[in-house]
């Protein structure tokens, strides 16, 4: 069975710094890893994502240079390192994994999806 597992979320002021956690489990195929925000009333959008087969990345332009996405491929973990957080960026945070890094940037379906972890940045 495919499990995402999400952790790190919290509340932080602003300014401060997370470190969001993934670690799969149970895929026989390489997927792209993928972490994607949703705030309320809004649509989930890509934030970083982390090409499994040419180490490319992506960032929403509104988190570069302030989050950091990096892997542990002995713990099969993908981190989200979040600093200079702003209240904008409170959101459940989900990861996703897809076999097709272009599709996952896009976010068209990823194949799967975590069970999401709170973030809320106070002003």
């Known amino acids: 069975e495919v499990q995402l597992v999400e952790s790190g979320g919290g509340l932080v002021q602003a300014g401060g710094s997370l470190r969001l956690s993934c670690t799969a489990s149970?895929?026989?195929?390489?997927?792209?890893i993928g972490w994607f925000r949703q705030a309320p009333g809004k649509e989930h959008e890509a934030v970083s994502c982390?090409?499994?087969?040419?180490?490319?990345?992506y960032y929403l332009m509104s988190v570069k240079d302030r989050f950091t996405i990096s892997s542990d491929n002995a713990k099969n973990t993908v981190y989200l390192q979040m600093n200079g957080l702003k209240p904008e960026d409170t959101a459940v945070y989900y990861c996703?994994?897809?076999?097709?890094?272009?599709?996952?940037?896009?976010?068209?379906?990823?194949?799967?999806w975590g069970q999401g972890t709170q973030v809320t940045v106070s002003s």
């Open positions: 996703a994994a897809d076999r097709d890094y272009r599709a996952l940037v896009a976010g068209r379906g990823p194949d799967y």
């Open positions: 149970g895929f026989t195929d390489d997927y792209s």
């Open positions: 982390f090409s499994i087969n040419d180490g490319r990345t």
